[in-house]
């Protein structure tokens, strides 16, 4: 098969398979379709992967105008809805940007659609690859989770309606649309998919229809509708004043004068779609969603779509003040949402701003642009993905059996839920400690940073940044292999669809760990040194040790199954107070009284509120100077 | 070689002393006698240590509080009752409120009577629960010299 | 280059010379407080003791995490010493940092508990410190592996002076001394009475013990990384260092975390900006 029938079929079959599973109303049925879309998917990605990683950029032109029409006309629809909705939900925030929006895609398919020719449509480098495998195999787990997630979700919230067929189709419906993301050259396209996404992110955290969710569906509509019309105006930009180029090869191509501001505008639309600040709110709101919207758009792939570009764009930021500007909202957003992290005990939340931090660390590489910060930026999206991804789901599977997300209520989950609880070690370390593939992505980043000029602040930045981490992902760690006794087990209940997805990444996490100097030499190299002209690398003797490490940290947890004898024990030292096992004592005037162990959260530090304040003015004035950059460049050029 | 002998860690408990004894056993560490020479560390912590110094009477309070914190020692342990309330409950040994001595909860190795004890005793009782305490340890057959006893593979324990 | 032979030797020598270095300290100790104090040897008689103790547990995972603690410790220093990447000689640090911390949280108890805050809250009070201690070398040097720090021909020190006092500073805090002793020390009962140590005992706390030398030598070998380019000099400095730190150790009170970590991250932070600064115009200009 030619690699561009493997594209087209990418992006065309999840989307057949949404209408299947909209028509599906019964859970053996879904389960069938799942699995064997899965399983397509895999094998399609897998043999993309085999016959185009080494062919560098491949470009396809495909039917544009045509299908540029039923873009177009999707979208009207889409914004007909979305404006309806608006009107019925009394959001005219919402009304009004999508008018605004839809009048300049309007004008622009009306003017200048006809004038402008995108030789190539689609295209596919190793980059655009490793971003389809994430969300291919990343995206089909969590499909293949969700089976039994949501099976659980509506036996226990009876008060939700049951529309998981319309559940998984919106789903299957964004799947399609991130894989048109990743291979669309045509910036319109881009554009369209883009749209897409944000429709779905709508429609799938407003799935309860709850209150609470439907205000936090629309405030992370109207924020990416403000990257939306950022887009548009990059598009009316670009077919007026820039020459009509409309390819993002063209728009790489084309040099810094004409691609700046719509590279900035852009980058704008990245930002909001990756909740970074001052636009971070909507992904914290997003936690109310089922938890496989949480895995799959708002931590692996969605948000990865806004760095996704900025990456992309990244050789047009390179060395300007707006890439700088750029790469300081990235870094402060990356230290910011970190340190709010520390001060949450909502396990999701937690999730959340550590996501909006790693994406953070990848804007800031990208913002850097040099070879060795894009090399640190994919890196990072890799691994972020698949750890963050596992974490979501193991968070979901134990808010099933315990009923709560709170940390505090994890304690002791090593002694009903072993296997869980080792899943979720190995995505916590998977975050943030050596070996594993977050802290070498860091490990990258702090030699691209040094390279670059002023690269010394950003430096500074992720020396903080990477402390705090440390703090709130040890202390969820410490949480949960507590050892309480006497616990009842409660894993058997775990679906195994669950299991399935769960085992997966855990192993995944792992094996992508001991595989990433393969990743790195087959595929990011190549495409560094096509787009750079030079490419980085790890020396051997750190590639050895890193190995070494690893193989330490998988083998060392197998001593559990060595036969040993079970040593004398004691209970803890409570002062010399007797205490029960579930950590009862006598207290003063022969009281009664409980044990409770809490983490520190540091509130006064690290609160939400006082330091989303920060945040945001502070972002929302580089911001402003980010594009004030561009807008001056024009005119002092 | 013996090393329990050369290293010595005490727990100092208070059970309802007068803060006599204690003021005297604390005095011990000070540099007028030093006893930190003969490597003996006053930890807090009944896991850490190997003697156990007890002062005061026991009453209905204490009494499962001295029996927790005697528990919590590994062996070999040994216990010296200082002053005269730990050994016999000295003069208050009629009172309602007075169980007895230290020996009425936890065996007793060592007596260091005196009402205070003097520093010398607290200091000579001490270096006598190490005789005795060097002499548990033949006891329970454990390797002199202190080999690593298999601390490297987890679980594999004296 | 990777050289095993110093690695190997650090592996079998420096629990030694961490122990003497630990005896000197509590000699020294008492004798500034007017005693006279142990036996040299008396860390190692110690330890001895503890290995000859009764092994009791609160829970059998407890001693998993110190084994892991003690292999990544021996691992840290052993690649330091090899003369790896020193970025990740400090990572690994962290691992196995996170690996004491989990000890501590695993068993359900109140000291441990808040020890192991406190130990988190101590990592990541150096933390930044140390990282920038290395990106001042690599930018002074122009590489991380230690190997290629050590035969820089010029003295590393002049060029990152304020890098080297922070660096100092937060050596206070990983040597476990006063004022920032605020997770576990060797001194008389805290108010958490060991802190992250409390529920080890016999062949544990021994193990953590000669951890503890490991990561002093290594701690030290970092010290003389400043001063690499002449051997005597190191040698003096990394003395008159640890003297220091006695000093300080016997003169200040322990601080509140608050205190600890507010002043570590202002150190890092100003010498950060200004060190590193003042080297980036040196190379620009």
């Given at each position: 098969?030619?690699?561009?029938?493997?594209?087209?079929?990418?992006?065309?079959?999840?989307?057949?398979?949404?209408?299947?599973?909209?028509?599906?109303?019964?859970?053996?049925?879904?389960?069938?379709?799942?699995?064997?879309?899965?399983?397509?998917?895999?094998?399609?990605?897998v043999?993309?992967?085999?016959?185009?990683?080494?062919?560098?950029?491949?470009?396809?032109?495909?039917?544009?105008?045509?299908?540029?029409?039923?873009?177009?006309?999707?979208?009207?629809?889409?914004?007909?809805?979305?404006?309806?909705?608006?009107?019925?939900?009394?959001?005219?925030?919402?009304?009004g940007?999508?008018?605004?929006?839809?009048?300049?895609?309007?004008?622009?398919e009306?003017?200048?659609?006809?004038?402008?020719?995108?030789?190539?449509?689609?295209f596919?480098?190793?980059?655009?690859?490793?971003m389809?495998?994430?969300?291919?195999?990343?995206?089909?787990?969590?499909?293949?989770?969700?089976?039994?997630?949501?099976?659980?979700?509506?036996?226990?919230h009876?008060?939700?309606?049951?529309?998981?067929?319309?559940?998984?189709?919106?789903?299957?419906?964004?799947?399609?649309?991130?894989?048109?993301l990743?291979?669309?050259?045509?910036?319109v396209?881009?554009?369209?998919?883009?749209?897409?996404?944000t429709?779905?992110?709508?429609?799938?955290?407003?799935?309860?229809?709850?209150?609470?969710?439907?205000?936090n569906?629309?405030t992370?509509?109207?924020?990416?509708l403000?990257?939306?019309?950022?887009?548009?105006?990059?598009?009316?930009?670009?077919?007026?004043?820039?020459?009509?180029?409309?390819?993002?090869?063209?728009?790489?191509?084309?040099?810094?004068?004409?691609?700046?501001?719509?590279a900035?505008?852009?980058?704008?639309?990245?930002?909001?779609?990756?909740?970074?600040?001052?636009?971070?709110?909507?992904?914290?709101?997003?936690?109310?969603?089922?938890?496989?919207?949480?895995?799959?758009?708002?931590?692996?792939?969605?948000?990865k779509?806004?760095?996704?570009?900025?990456?992309?764009?990244?050789?047009?930021?390179?060395?300007?003040?707006?890439?700088?500007?750029?790469?300081?909202?990235?870094?402060?957003?990356?230290?910011?949402?970190?340190?709010?992290?520390i001060?949450?005990?909502?396990?999701?939340?937690?999730?959340?701003?550590?996501?909006?931090?790693?994406?953070?660390?990848?804007?800031?590489?990208?913002?850097?642009?040099?070879?060795?910060?894009?090399?640190?930026?994919?890196?990072?999206?890799?691994?972020?993905a698949?750890?963050?991804?596992?974490?979501?789901?193991?968070?979901?599977?134990?808010?099933?059996?315990?009923?709560?997300?709170?940390i505090?209520?994890?304690?002791g989950?090593i002694?009903?839920m072993?296997?869980?609880?080792?899943?979720m070690?190995?995505?916590?370390?998977?975050?943030?400690?050596?070996?594993?593939?977050?802290?070498?992505?860091?490990?990258v980043?702090?030699?691209?940073?040094?390279?670059?000029?002023?690269?010394?602040?950003?430096?500074?930045?992720?020396?903080?940044?990477?402390?705090?981490t440390?703090?709130?992902?040890?202390?969820?760690?410490?949480?949960?292999?507590?050892?309480?006794?006497?616990?009842?087990?409660?894993?058997?209940?775990?679906d195994?669809?669950?299991?399935?997805?769960l085992?997966s990444?855990?192993?995944?996490?792992?094996?992508?760990?001991?595989?990433?100097?393969?990743?790195?030499s087959?595929?990011?190299?190549?495409?560094?040194?096509?787009?750079?002209g030079?490419?980085?690398?790890?020396?051997?003797?750190?590639?050895t040790?890193m190995?070494?490490?690893?193989?330490?940290?998988?083998v060392?947890?197998?001593?559990?199954?060595?036969?040993?004898?079970?040593?004398?024990?004691?209970?803890a030292?409570?002062?010399?107070?007797?205490?029960?096992p579930?950590?009862?004592?006598?207290?003063?005037l022969?009281?009664?009284?409980?044990?409770?162990?809490?983490?520190?959260?540091?509130?006064?530090?690290?609160?939400?509120?006082?330091?989303?304040?920060?945040?945001?003015?502070?972002?929302?004035?580089?911001l402003?100077?980010?594009?004030?950059?561009?807008?001056l460049?024009?005119?002092?050029? | 070689?013996?090393?329990?002998?050369?290293?010595?860690?005490?727990?100092h408990?208070?059970?309802?002393?007068?803060?006599?004894?204690?003021?005297?056993?604390?005095?011990?560490?000070?540099?007028?006698?030093?006893?930190?020479?003969f490597?003996?560390?006053?930890?807090?912590n009944?896991?850490?240590?190997?003697?156990f110094?007890v002062?005061?009477?026991?009453?209905e309070?204490?009494?499962?509080?001295?029996?927790?914190?005697?528990?919590?020692?590994?062996?070999?342990?040994?216990?010296?009752?200082?002053?005269?309330?730990?050994?016999s409950?000295?003069?208050?040994?009629?009172?309602?409120?007075?169980?007895?001595g230290?020996?009425?909860?936890?065996?007793?190795?060592?007596?260091?009577?005196?009402?205070?004890?003097?520093?010398?005793?607290?200091?000579?009782?001490?270096?006598?629960?190490?005789?005795i305490?060097?002499?548990?340890?033949?006891?329970?057959?454990?390797?002199?010299?202190?080999?690593?006893?298999?601390?490297?593979?987890?679980g594999?324990?004296? | 280059?990777?050289?095993?032979?110093?690695a190997?030797?650090?592996?079998?020598l420096g629990?030694v010379?961490?122990?003497?270095?630990?005896?000197?300290?509590?000699?020294?100790?008492?004798?500034?407080?007017?005693?006279?104090?142990?036996?040299?040897?008396?860390?190692?008689?110690?330890?001895g003791?503890?290995?000859?103790?009764?092994?009791?547990?609160v829970?059998?995972t407890?001693i998993?995490?110190?084994?892991?603690?003690?292999?990544?410790?021996v691992?840290?220093g052993?690649l330091?010493?090899?003369?790896?990447?020193?970025?990740?000689?400090?990572f690994?640090l962290t691992?196995?940092?996170?690996?004491?911390?989990?000890?501590?949280?695993?068993?359900?108890?109140?000291?441990?508990?808040?020890?192991a805050?406190?130990?988190?809250l101590?990592?990541?009070a150096?933390?930044?410190?140390?990282?920038?201690?290395a990106?001042?070398?690599y930018?002074?040097?122009g590489?991380?592996?230690?190997?290629?720090?050590?035969?820089?021909?010029?003295?590393?020190?002049?060029?990152?002076?304020?890098?080297?006092?922070?660096?100092?500073?937060v050596?206070?805090?990983?040597?476990r001394?006063?004022?920032?002793?605020?997770?576990?020390?060797?001194?008389?009962?805290?108010?958490i009475?060991?802190?992250?140590?409390?529920?080890?005992?016999?062949?544990?706390?021994?193990?953590?013990?000669?951890?503890?030398?490991y990561?002093?030598?290594?701690?030290?070998?970092?010290v003389?990384l400043?001063?690499a380019?002449?051997?005597?000099?190191?040698?003096?400095?990394?003395?008159?260092?640890?003297l220091?730190?006695?000093?300080i150790?016997?003169?200040?009170?322990?601080?509140?975390?608050?205190?600890?970590?507010?002043?570590?991250?202002?150190v890092?932070?100003?010498?950060?900006?200004?060190?590193?600064?003042?080297?980036y115009?040196?190379?620009?200009?």
């Amino acid at each position: 098969m030619q690699i561009v029938q493997l594209l087209v079929f990418l992006i065309l079959f999840p989307l057949i398979t949404a209408f299947f599973m909209f028509a599906v109303r019964k859970n053996g049925e879904r389960k069938l379709i799942v699995s064997l879309s899965a399983l397509a998917i895999g094998g399609v990605l897998v043999y993309l992967l085999v016959t185009a990683f080494d062919k560098g950029a491949v470009y396809f032109g495909v039917g544009s105008e045509s299908v540029g029409m039923v873009m177009f006309a999707i979208e009207m629809a889409v914004a007909v809805f979305i404006f309806y909705l608006g009107i019925r939900y009394r959001n005219y925030l919402v009304v009004g940007l999508i008018t605004l929006q839809s009048l300049a895609m309007i004008w622009y398919e009306a003017v200048y659609a006809r004038g402008i020719e995108v030789q190539y449509s689609l295209f596919v480098d190793q980059f655009s690859l490793i971003m389809a495998l994430i969300i291919g195999i990343i995206g089909s787990l969590i499909c293949v989770y969700a089976l039994g997630y949501m099976k659980h979700f509506h036996e226990h919230h009876v008060e939700i309606p049951d529309r998981r067929n319309w559940f998984f189709f919106v789903l299957f419906v964004f799947l399609s649309a991130m894989f048109g993301l990743v291979f669309a050259n045509n910036i319109v396209w881009v554009y369209f998919f883009w749209e897409i996404t944000t429709l779905c992110s709508f429609l799938l955290i407003g799935y309860t229809k709850t209150e609470e969710a439907t205000a936090n569906a629309f405030t992370a509509l109207w924020m990416n509708l403000l990257g939306g019309i950022a887009f548009s105006g990059a598009i009316l930009y670009l077919a007026t004043l820039g020459g009509g180029i409309m390819g993002l090869d063209q728009l790489l191509a084309s040099g810094k004068v004409i691609a700046l501001l719509p590279a900035v505008l852009i980058g704008f639309a990245g930002l909001t779609k990756a909740a970074q600040l001052p636009f971070s709110s909507w992904l914290v709101g997003a936690m109310v969603a089922p938890t496989p919207v949480s895995a799959l758009l708002h931590s692996s792939t969605m948000v990865k779509a806004g760095v996704y570009i900025i990456v992309r764009l990244a050789p047009i930021f390179q060395g300007t003040p707006s890439g700088y500007a750029l790469a300081f909202i990235g870094a402060f957003t990356f230290l910011i949402a970190s340190g709010i992290a520390i001060s949450r005990s909502n396990a999701k939340q937690v999730l959340a701003y550590s996501t909006i931090a790693n994406l953070g660390l990848v804007v800031a590489c990208a913002g850097i642009g040099t070879y060795e910060a894009i090399w640190a930026a994919i890196l990072l999206i890799i691994f972020h993905a698949i750890s963050k991804s596992l974490l979501f789901m193991a968070v979901g599977t134990v808010e099933h059996r315990i009923s709560s997300r709170d940390i505090e209520n994890m304690r002791g989950l090593i002694t009903c839920m072993p296997k869980i609880t080792a899943m979720m070690v190995i995505g916590i370390a998977g975050m943030f400690l050596a070996p594993f593939g977050m802290l070498i992505s860091k490990w990258v980043a702090i030699r691209a940073f040094i390279d670059a000029p002023l690269g010394f602040i950003f430096v500074i930045i992720l020396a903080f940044g990477s402390a705090i981490t440390v703090f709130f992902w040890a202390k969820w760690m410490g949480k949960i292999i507590t050892v309480v006794p006497d616990k009842v087990h409660l894993e058997g209940k775990v679906d195994p669809n669950e299991w399935i997805a769960l085992v997966s990444l855990a192993g995944l996490t792992v094996i992508t760990c001991f595989i990433f100097p393969l990743i790195s030499s087959m595929l990011l190299e190549p495409f560094l040194l096509a787009n750079y002209g030079v490419s980085a690398q790890l020396s051997q003797d750190n590639i050895t040790i890193m190995i070494l490490m690893l193989f330490l940290l998988v083998v060392l947890p197998l001593s559990v199954l060595l036969p040993h004898h079970r040593h004398k024990h004691v209970p803890a030292y409570m002062g010399g107070r007797t205490t029960t096992p579930d950590m009862h004592f006598s207290g003063s005037l022969g009281m009664q009284r409980q044990m409770e162990l809490s983490n520190y959260y540091l509130d006064s530090w690290f609160g939400e509120a006082k330091l989303r304040k920060i945040g945001i003015g502070l972002c929302t004035a580089i911001l402003a100077v980010m594009f004030l950059a561009v807008a001056l460049r024009g005119v002092v050029l | 070689m013996a090393y329990l002998k050369k290293s010595p860690w005490i727990i100092h408990y208070d059970a309802s002393s007068c803060n006599g004894c204690d003021i005297e056993i604390l005095a011990c560490l000070t540099p007028m006698y030093d006893v930190e020479r003969f490597g003996i560390i006053n930890t807090g912590n009944p896991k850490h240590a190997d003697i156990f110094v007890v002062t005061g009477t026991v009453n209905e309070q204490n009494r499962e509080i001295i029996l927790n914190i005697y528990n919590q020692i590994p062996d070999p342990k040994a216990v010296v009752a200082v002053g005269i309330c730990a050994t016999s409950a000295g003069v208050f040994r009629e009172c309602y409120n007075v169980a007895g001595g230290v020996d009425m909860v936890i065996p007793v190795d060592v007596y260091v009577p005196g009402c205070a004890a003097r520093p010398e005793s607290i200091i000579d009782g001490i270096v006598t629960a190490l005789g005795i305490i060097e002499e548990k340890r033949r006891m329970m057959d454990l390797p002199a010299g202190g080999k690593p006893a298999a601390a490297d593979s987890p679980g594999g324990g004296t | 280059m990777i050289s095993i032979v110093w690695a190997v030797i650090f592996i079998l020598l420096g629990p030694v010379a961490g122990g003497i270095i630990a005896g000197i300290d509590r000699k020294v100790t008492a004798r500034m407080q007017g005693r006279f104090g142990p036996p040299l040897l008396q860390p190692f008689y110690d330890v001895g003791k503890l290995f000859e103790k009764e092994h009791i547990v609160v829970n059998e995972t407890q001693i998993f995490y110190v084994v892991c603690y003690f292999i990544f410790i021996v691992f840290t220093g052993g690649l330091f010493f090899a003369g790896a990447d020193l970025l990740l000689v400090i990572f690994a640090l962290t691992l196995a940092q996170i690996f004491l911390v989990l000890g501590a949280y695993s068993s359900d108890s109140p000291y441990s508990h808040i020890g192991a805050e406190r130990e988190l809250l101590q990592i990541i009070a150096y933390e930044p410190m140390v990282i920038l201690a290395a990106v001042g070398m690599y930018v002074v040097t122009g590489s991380f592996t230690v190997s290629d720090i050590l035969a820089f021909p010029r003295p590393v020190i002049l060029l990152i002076p304020g890098l080297f006092l922070g660096f100092l500073y937060v050596l206070t805090i990983k040597l476990r001394k006063s004022p920032f002793d605020i997770s576990t020390s060797h001194h008389a009962h805290q108010e958490i009475v060991k802190g992250v140590t409390t529920e080890f005992s016999g062949p544990s706390l021994g193990l953590i013990e000669i951890t503890h030398w490991y990561e002093t030598v290594f701690l030290l070998g970092f010290v003389y990384l400043f001063f690499a380019w002449n051997p005597v000099v190191s040698a003096v400095a990394v003395i008159v260092v640890y003297l220091l730190e006695i000093l300080i150790d016997n003169t200040n009170a322990r601080v509140k975390w608050q205190l600890a970590l507010k002043s570590s991250w202002a150190v890092a932070a100003i010498v950060g900006l200004v060190n590193l600064a003042a080297l980036y115009y040196l190379r620009g200009a």
